[in-house]
Structures are given as C-alpha cells and as structure tokens.
C-alpha cells in the first residue's frame, strides 16, 4: 500500500510539475523563468522540508501522508478556481511542494520500519522503480496527451486532484509490521532544526551517501530547468514530445533498480556508486552534444542510418538521445539505491524523518544558485556548454567525496552525537 499511495501521489506530482514548466515554456520561452519555476518546486525543502522531516519522526505517519495528499487535491482545485497566469502558476508551485514536504518526509520515515533490514536493498529498489515508473507515466504520458488533446491545464489539474485523493485513501491501509531493527539511546540533545545535520555528521558512511544523494538531486534539479530549452533547441522538437523522447531515462532507471537491489548486498557501496558516478558523468556529457555526435557516427559505414532519419523534426540527434538517457538513468538507479540503502539501514528510525529532510534541505541549498545560474548561462552561451559544465564539476566533486576517509570496521546503525 505504501508502493501505491507512492505511485498515485508521484504520478500526479509529475504531471503537475511539468505541466506548469510547459506553461511557462510556452508564455516566456526563457530557460532562466523555468529554471526560476524549478527553484520554486525545491526551495520549500529546505525551511518547510525540515519541519516536516521532523514532524514524519514524532506524529503518526500514515496522518501526515494522508494530509500531505489531502491538500495537495484541495491546491489543484484552487488552480482549477483561481488560474492567474505565470505569477499564478509559481504561487501554486510553492503550495504544492511545500505540502509535498510532508507527505514525502512521512513516507521515506516509514518505511524502515515496515520491512527487516536484510530486506532494504530490495525496498529501495521498489520504491525507486515505482518513481521511475510515475515519473515515466506523468511526464512522458499523461501531461502531454492532456494538453496536447484537450488543450486545457484544468483538465490535467483535475485529474491530478483526483489522483492525490486516491493516494490518501491508500495510505490509511499501510501495514502496521515493524523492522525488528534495535535502537541506542534516544532523541539528540540541541537544536531540534539540526537533529538530521548531526546524525550525518556522526557516522562518515551515512555523509558519503548523504553527499552522493546531494550531488545526484542537484544535478536533476538543475538539469530540470533547461531540459525544456534543450529540447526546443537541441533536438528541434516540441516540449511535451521531447519529454516522450527523453522517457527511455525512466525506464533505465526501473531496470537499473532490478539489479541494484542485489548489487547493493554484494559489491562495495564504495564500488557501486563509483561506477555509478563515473557513468553518469560521462552519459550527461555525452548528451550535451547529440548532434555532434550524430553527425560524427553518421560518417561511418555501420552508423550511416542516422543520416537517413528524418520523421518530421525527429532525426538523427533525437536517437542519439534516447540511447543515451537510457543507460544514463540505469546509472542513476545504482547510486540511488546505494545511497538510500545506507541510509535506511545506519540511521536510527527515530531520526530518519529529520535525516532525510536534511539532506533534501542540502540538496535544494547546493542547487538554489547554481539553478539561477544555469538558466541564465543557457539563455546567453546555449544548453551544451551548461550541460558539459555540470557534468565536470558533479564529477570534480564526486572524486573529492571518494577521496575523503571512510570509516572502517563498524556496521549497524550510528546514533548522532
């Protein structure tokens, strides 16, 4: 039921988020105005993501799921009411993330302590898929067939509000078993704002995954505000159906949660998010310059039919794309669900709430300016420079995470100081 009410909620939350990036994309043409609708989606996560990470630790959690989606169907129906234009659809971006907060801090906190530890890796594994799975159905199916049929924002709002609702039935039936995990000691002493902050700090391992995560969301963040200007210029295609053309990312990411799952018990974490880093630094950099790369394949014997595509706007450098994000979200998967795994299974349950918001509330920090920039950057220079640029530096900073001492010779979960 916790995978249900998940997908419900995502489907919706995906839906909505790329509906009013399209909107703006549509009304400014401005990668710098989606980027600023993007910061708008994160910044929430780190005032209100912190209340609500430390609200999913000390009140029930299937209550602030269940109100998390409630007022997230009561905000689609303020839009359905009151659609005011750009300066509206921020005000409805803000509302909606905000109550996210809740409902998402409330579901990561729970579910360490429905499943045993031995079983995490894999629980990881399913929650991931059922995001990859909703991000694939919002963002490459519903929000473009919606507007593309019916033309109309309401019509998406209202079928989003209905999906909220949905999920909020489904989180009152969430099992009621428990891990079995010991726990030591109990809540930190000081501030109760910087609970999650000192749990990372604490126990190293928990910090290398925490940085991982940051470095992953920050990259999405930013990549979230000019995907729409690189597809429009890059692959020289409508918004909504280059969304359709980048969807092959999502369904790397569920197979790469296939077989995650089972590294995560076998291979180093050090090992897998290598790896995991490594190529996804490489795809991101690989993506920034499709067309180059066509033309170039192109000129070789056994590659020479992507000169020959040519569908409408679809040719050659949309290929090169769709063969690229596929193994790009694969190894998104395996750096997600390692990190994840860790977490889960160091930290104590009664701090996984503040934990995650913590680290949520890093990400949405590191990403907040480097967003603005990006946006901006892209309007003057073009998206393949940005792109090539955030790839060098996530995998600068990747390096220097691997770099630092890692602790050795202890397992279980760590209680923060």
């Not at 009304?27 to 005032?47: C, D, I, M, W, Y």
């Not at 039936?173 to 002493?189: A, K, L, M």
Request: aromatic residues 8%.
């Amino acid at each position: 039921m916790l995978s249900y009410t998940r997908f419900f909620s995502r489907v919706a939350q995906n839906a909505i988020n790329f509906g009013l990036v399209l909107l703006i994309s549509e009304e400014t043409g401005k990668a710098f105005l989606s980027s600023l609708l993007v910061l708008a989606l994160v910044v929430p996560s780190t005032v209100t993501g912190i209340i609500a990470g430390t609200a999913a630790d000390v009140l029930p959690k299937r209550l602030l799921i269940f109100l998390g989606d409630i007022v997230r169907a009561g905000i689609c129906f303020y839009f359905l009411r009151n659609e005011g234009g750009v300066a509206g659809y921020y005000v409805v971006a803000v509302m909606i993330s905000t109550a996210t907060q809740f409902a998402t801090s409330a579901e990561g906190a729970i579910l360490p302590s429905i499943v045993t530890r031995d079983e995490l890796a894999r629980a990881n594994a399913i929650s991931q898929a059922v995001g990859g799975a909703a991000q694939l159905i919002g963002l490459g199916l519903l929000t473009p067939v919606v507007l593309r049929l019916f033309d109309s924002p309401r019509t998406l709002f209202g079928i989003c509000a209905g999906l909220f609702a949905i999920a909020a039935v489904q989180a009152w039936w969430i099992g009621r078993t428990h891990s079995g995990r010991q726990e030591i000691g109990g809540e930190p002493t000081g501030y109760w704002w910087l609970a999650g902050w000192r749990a990372m700090r604490a126990d190293p391992r928990v910090m290398h995954a925490a940085i991982e995560l940051t470095l992953l969301s920050t990259a999405i963040i930013i990549l979230s505000g000019i995907i729409p200007t690189y597809i429009t210029e890059i692959l020289d295609l409508p918004v909504d159906i280059g969304a359709v053309i980048l969807s092959p990312a999502a369904l790397g990411v569920v197979l790469g949660l296939r077989v995650a799952g089972f590294l995560a018990h076998r291979v180093p974490h050090a090992a897998l998010s290598s790896a995991g880093f490594m190529s996804f630094v490489v795809l991101l950099g690989l993506l920034a310059f499709v067309n180059k790369e066509a033309d170039f394949l192109g000129g070789f014997g056994y590659f020479s039919w992507l000169n020959s595509i040519q569908i409408g706007k679809f040719d050659g450098g949309a290929v090169m794309a769709m063969v690229l994000v596929f193994p790009l979200g694969f190894a998104y998967a395996l750096v997600n669900v390692a990190g994840q795994t860790v977490m889960d299974d160091r930290v104590p349950l009664h701090l996984r709430g503040r934990v995650g918001a913590g680290q949520a509330a890093v990400s949405a920090l590191a990403s907040s300016l480097p967003v603005f920039f990006a946006g901006g950057l892209s309007d003057l220079v073009g998206v393949p420079p940005v792109m090539a640029l955030l790839a060098a530096v996530i995998g600068a900073v990747a390096l220097l995470n691997l770099r630092q001492p890692r602790e050795t010779g202890l397992s279980g979960p760590r209680l923060a100081a």
